[in-house]
């Protein structure tokens, strides 16, 4: 910049001086007028010079500040790039010595910022990894290698070692000089432990002796491991995209698909035998396990099955572990029995029982243990018995019992309740006793099937409802029970179906809620309803409870909170003037996701104000799960989300219990309203519950208002809020603006 103001003044001032001194001597003649015009010109000439001069510095400095601002700007953006990546940003010198670290390195060994700087010699843990970062390094670069990666046991300052990724760079001087280096440290303990598992998983799927297969959630095959190939005969190339149908044999009815598919998606597992068909057609006696992988939703992504060969034990018909009758074994004595007991008119019995908790005696005490824990249960079972019955094992922690010459009813009934008590004594086990329970179902011939596929599938039937009774209990067969099971597998997969490929089938409807003050809309609640493409509805009783089993609730929550927030604001866009809409919520929904972070995320892509949006949770579901719901739902609350306990009176508040739980409204369940002034009972439970709420300081809605009278209680007893069938019953979103719009009319008129 000097050189170009010099140079600039120096040819302005040649420029002026000759070319004012020529015109001067061309256009005056008088010399003393030269002079004076002389001196007036040099003083022009300094004047002018120095504007000259001070432009010139002025912007050559403005310049210079620009750049330097623009420095700064990059400085500022790097620092705080520096001190917001998740990656922890170490420089350090050839000897070691380290110059910076950002947050992130801060955080990741235990470094306190404002005290000195450690050594690398204090962050690694074998003392030749020091020359690996520094010397090692340095040759590296020496030979144009300017960077690289490598991986390096640390240890934070607290000793707390980890296993570290370091991506280097060299740091250079102006003169091109190495003066250190820089690297990008990241803790992967728990990538290399995953990786591990991974590895270790596939050695165990490669080398194991059961054949795995691994399907994805409709059946086509994935992948499958050597001795799955070796068993079935089939290679990896003829498996892959194929379902497992093709080792069908043929000897499956619909009824058998229909108990494993029942089982499988009301447990997530389910075992027993099928015969199939191998690579050369011949048939196969295996054993299946099938287990559902669900991910963080409970939504079914894998099954993974476990194959094994038991044509060696259909020939023995001993099990390994308790040398009880096996299975197969079972099945034929059980089928060579029916035709004898038909004849004689015989009345028998099978058991199924299973242990409850068994897999919690594996993880505590070992598999080794678990299996003596079988051993006694096979041998105090096996004292129960008579001569002529039958005690096998299905393997696992399942047995099946057969007793013969039962007396309908009374002799069932003692029956169960003599293996039911065999479990009342603990068990000794190297010295120390265990306590356990079992679940028992039971079935009869004939009056429960004829043959042996029926028997046996309907006191599986009946063990899964024992289990689901709360386990310790026995549970006899009723046809109900199959009739049941079918019909909710039937809904579940087909919920299944409609969430994930048809999510349009599930339509929202809404009921209003009046404020009893002023006679106008306040609310609404959201209502789901199922409109099948058969034309059927079918009601939230059958498909929620289903949804709620199989996990499918979360995407369905979420599906009708996100169409609950949009239709809210297509009815401001309307201009009706309603305060908030409410939805209900599942337990399943609060325990099993990020509910939190949906709610947020929904609110966030509708851009619906959280002041407008209710969430309903039943009362017993809030009560029995009251800690880690109630976290959540004051998190949604401090947001300004509007909280509601709905079917109060049906569970069991307590008013300590109320205050301090995050709920701004009480909603009363439908079953308390009073038909006419003659139902005392309902009234009082009104009225305590409406002084209740003004208590604690909380509104208070009735659902399920029908008539005038009971308009006029809740009036007089100064609730708040009302819905039922005497203001509109649940509409569709079209049906819902109609109305409003023509009650807000009426109302305002």
């Known amino acids: 910049m000097s050189i170009r103001v010099a140079a600039i003044y120096m040819a302005f001032s040649l420029l002026w001086i000759y070319f004012s001194d020529r015109l001067l001597n061309k256009l005056v003649q008088d010399p003393e007028l030269i002079l004076q015009l002389q001196t007036y010109k040099g003083w022009a000439f300094v004047c002018i010079s120095g504007l000259l001069i ?65 050594h690398l010699d204090q962050l690694c843990i074998q003392p030749e990894d020091v020359h690996r970062l520094t010397s090692s390094l340095l040759n590296l670069s020496k030979e144009g290698q300017n960077s690289g990666q490598l991986r390096l046991g640390q240890q934070d300052l607290n000793g707390q070692r980890f296993t570290a990724s370091f991506d280097w760079t060299v740091q250079k001087d102006a003169q091109g000089l190495i003066i250190g280096f820089i690297a990008a440290i990241t803790d992967i303990s728990e990538q290399q432990r995953y990786q591990q598992q991974l ?31 070796r068993i079935t005969g089939f290679s990896t190339e003829q498996m892959l995209g194929q379902t497992p149908a093709m080792l069908s044999s043929g000897q499956h009815d619909k009824a058998f698909y229909q108990a494993l598919w029942d089982q499988l998606l009301r447990t997530g597992h389910w075992q027993g035998e099928f015969v199939n068909k191998n690579a050369a057609g011949e048939e196969q ?45 079972l099945r034929d004595r059980l089928s060579a029995l029916i035709p004898e007991a038909e004849k004689r008119r015989e009345h028998f019995c099978i058991a199924y029982v299973d242990l409850d908790n068994f897999q919690g005696i594996n993880d505590s005490f070992g598999h080794q243990t678990g299996d003596q824990l079988v051993q006694e249960v096979a041998c105090r079972l096996a004292e129960l018995i008579g001569p002529e019955d039958i005690l096998a094992r299905q393997g696992g922690d399942e047995f099946i019992v057969l007793g013969r010459n039962m007396t309908p009813i009374q002799g069932n009934l003692d029956f169960a309740d003599k293996l039911l008590a065999s479990f009342n004594e603990p068990f000794e086990l190297q010295g120390q006793k265990l306590f356990i329970t079992a ?43 199959t009739n049941n099971a079918v019909q909710k597998m039937e809904v579940e997969i087909d919920l299944r179906r409609a969430i994930t490929e048809s999510p349009q089938e599930f339509v929202v409807f809404y009921q209003p809620q009046i ?21 059927k509805r079918i009601g939230p009783d059958q498909f929620i409870p289903a949804a709620e089993s199989t996990g499918l609730i979360i995407p369905l929550g979420k599906q009708i909170l996100e169409q609950a927030c949009l ?56 009560m029995k799960e009251n800690e880690q719901v109630a976290e959540i739902l004051s998190q949604l609350q401090s947001l ?73 209680l809740l009036i007089k007893n100064r609730c708040q809020l009302a819905q039922g069938y005497l203001y509109s019953p649940p509409v569709s979103q079209v049906e819902f603006i109609r109305w409003a719009s023509m009650y807000s009319q009426v109302m305002s008129a």
């Open 54 to 118: 001070y432009s010139l510095t002025h912007l050559g400095m403005r310049h210079k500040h620009n750049i330097e601002h623009q420095l700064n700007q990059k400085s500022k953006h790097l620092q705080q790039v520096l001190s917001n990546i998740s990656h922890s940003i170490v420089q350090y010198s050839l000897d070691g010595r380290i110059g910076y670290v950002n947050p992130a390195a801060c955080r990741l060994y235990c470094i306190d910022s404002n005290n000195t700087l450690p």
């Open 199 to 229: 590895d270790q998983a596939a050695l165990v799927f490669d080398i194991a002796d059961e054949g795995y297969m691994i399907t994805d959630a409709k059946g086509c095959i994935l992948s499958v491991n050597p001795s799955f190939c």
């Open 285 to 329: 006696h295996i054993w299946q396990k099938i287990y559902a992988l669900k991910d963080t939703q409970g939504i079914v992504q894998k099954y993974v099955s476990i194959l094994y060969e038991i044509n060696n034990l259909k020939q023995t018909g001993l099990d390994d572990l308790t040398q009880l009758p096996n299975l197969p074994q």
């Open 439 to 481: 679940s028992i179902g039971l079935c009869c011939y004939p009056e429960d099937g004829e043959n042996t596929s029926t028997l046996l599938r309907n006191a599986d039937t009946a063990l899964f409802r024992a289990k689901d009774t709360g386990k310790n209990n026995y549970q006899f067969y009723t046809a109900q029970l």
């Open 515 to 535: 404020n009893l003050e002023t006679g106008m809309i306040a609310s609404a609640e959201a209502l789901v309803r199922w409109q099948h493409p058969d034309g």
């Open 567 to 622: 239709d809210f604001l297509a009815w401001q866009a309307a201009g009706l003037p309603l305060e908030r809409v409410c939805v209900n919520v599942s337990m399943v929904q609060l325990l099993r996701s990020n509910f939190r972070d949906d709610v947020l995320e929904v609110l966030q892509t509708t851009g619906l104000a959280a002041q407008y949006l209710e969430l309903e949770v039943t009362e017993t579901a809030l």
């Open 640 to 712: 300004g989300v509007a909280i509601a306990i709905d079917d109060f009176g049906t569970g069991y508040s307590s008013l300590g219990r109320l205050q301090s739980l995050p709920v701004d409204r009480l909603k009363i369940d439908r079953s308390f309203m009073p038909e006419s002034a003659n139902d005392h009972h309902d009234h009082a439970l009104i009225t305590s519950v409406l002084s209740l709420a003004k208590n604690l300081d909380l509104e208070v809605i009735a659902e399920g208002v029908e008539t005038e009278y009971q308009a006029e």
